[in-house]
């Protein structure tokens, strides 16, 4: 693990000159081009308020290094604008101490901060408003029960006092000793929806045709100018809504100079709606193109002339650097990779991006995980648990670990045990690194996580755990190293199904061909047969289909229900893409029962049908694998299970398994010290 002192900040940076060149903007200068782009923690209080952890969470960004952070989006009118229990509020002086305290930790840092200011709008969440009842520019009913409202349009009273809600939330900002402001315009929200046809319905002052859509914006920034005096303010649009009938970035370039020519003075170009198809637009699926959004950028800054910000899908130094270098944008932000990982802009500037620990737009981060409401990433357990005690360096110190598997859970575990002072040794099957990554990196569009099984491996390699690689562990091995704890991550086994023929020489397991250990060995135009509609079977459809060959899709579940455990913004691309390709042919609420001579038979209800196929592919999920824990247990060895080998799941569900796991160990072994009394 890298420590923020082992990759101090130097002076510059020879390797990405313009990236680590300060900036002066509206009186303020910032240290380097690289900006933390607002992501909501739900670290936040129930009244609105910052916590210690939020303080610890954006501190730790801070000192990795970055130049602004952007404090997620706090609401300017909690009654009527919350979009979560957690979310910041700022307006009135009740939540001021926090944020000061907030302020003061990340100047101490070195870093300047902008609070970014918002209202849902119809988005607000009716559970968490007083009301029950969102506001907007227009009335909405349901679609299901159209008698139904679920937003009510402000009136035009209404509409000037929600400007002066933003002006008041400014000032307050200021009073907090805030550096500026970003105003939230983007991605559906109450700017947005006065801005954009599809979310302003009225006629009066504050809509009715393009020009009176941009009087609610245009207000807002005066007021909020006026209450920020001389400090910079930043507008945060989608340069492109990204729906039919939405605004399109042609749109935007003479939406832009206005909101500039009112008192902006920089943009933050992001995209997308935060509600529908549109999200994949804001925060994008691994298989969108490595900074496709920067040319938005560029075309605003030309059409406005202030210096933007550039952001999305942005993930190594060398691409940020050349959008500055190029004139594309003057500071680029970063989401995710600052979950991932916090030293990110520290890194960058010592010349070391290997050491990056690399966002592979997973989108573990934004899932639903059962009994954890803040914020996380797959690959960083620390993100918001900030405040969580350091597993100590001396706790394993004299003791030996075994791990079993170098997938994502055992090469975690290994690297942990290993910085917590065990001598650790991890044996591997396979030559090298990853494990299940490398099934789920091969499908068409993920390859972003062989970053992930790269890193991992270069850290091992690096580091001074025992690898024991090429080599499948015994018992015998394992008793060999008289080990006092043993982590077992060995991953899953396939599971046998009642298919008459599985012996046939066309049935492969959909997995060993996505492990790259067994050749498709079809040509195109072949056709092959996948069985199993879950992400794996979807995937593996794809990939064959990538290479030619015509695939039937056997799903023993509707087809509504294909790849549902699958990141639901991937799912959406994948399943549009599934459709969309004509060699691909779903047969859903269907078994295969037989294989043989060629010919898969396919049973659905009652109806037995065969069909031709030169492969059948297996890929009706898979179970933990057992091997070795009762052996260990009986041999009186401390095993702790983790990862797939314990309950199949995301990469994420396996390296926070093996960091809790180590913090367990680290806290048993940790020497009592510091009793007072
Ligand atoms: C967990 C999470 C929370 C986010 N919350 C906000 C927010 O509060 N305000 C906002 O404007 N964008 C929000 N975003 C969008 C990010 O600011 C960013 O634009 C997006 O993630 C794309 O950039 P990236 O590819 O660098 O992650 C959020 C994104 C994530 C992943
Ligand atoms: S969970 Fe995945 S997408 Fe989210 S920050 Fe971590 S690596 Fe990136």
Redo the contacts with the bound molecule.
Sequence with gaps: MTSVASVAPQSGSAAYPHLFTPLALRGITLRNRLVM?????ELGGLEGEVTPAMIAFYRERALGGMGLIVV??TCVDPDTGRAHAYQLTLDDRRNLEGHRRLVSTIHEAGAKIFM?I?HGGQYANPKVLPGGMPVGPSDIFSKRDPLKMTCRGLTSDEAAAMVASFGNTAALAVEAGYDGVEL?G??GYLLTQFLSPLGNKRDDAWGGDAERRLAFPLAVIRAVRTALGDRPLVY?LSADEFRTGGLTIDDMETIAPRLVEAGVDALHV?TGWGVGPAFEK???PMSTQEGWRIPYAARLRRATGVPVIA?????WPEMAEQAIADGDADLV???????TDPLWASKARAGRRDLIRP?T?C?W??SPHPGRVQ?GCAENPRTGTELDPPILADTGRGRRAVVVGAGPGGASAALLLRQAGFETHIFETRAFTGGGIIASATPPGKNKLFWYSNYLGDRLAESTVIRHFDQRATLGDILALGPDVVFLAAGTQRIDLPIDGLDDPIVMDAYDLLMRERDLGLVEGDHAVVYGGGETGCETAEFCAHHGIRVTLVSRSPAEKLARSADWVYRMGLLRRLHDNPLITVADNAHVVAVSDGKVRLQSGDTMTEIAADRLLLAQGRRSADALFEDLTRAGIAVSVIGDNREVGRIGDAVHMAYRAVQALSAQFAPITGLAC
């Design positions: 782009a607002p992501m909501s923690t997620e989006y970014q918002q939230h983007a991605h945060r992001s804001v925060v994008e952001v999305g899908q942005i993930r932000a970063l989401g995710r990779p600052m979950l966002c737009s989108n981060c934004i914020v």
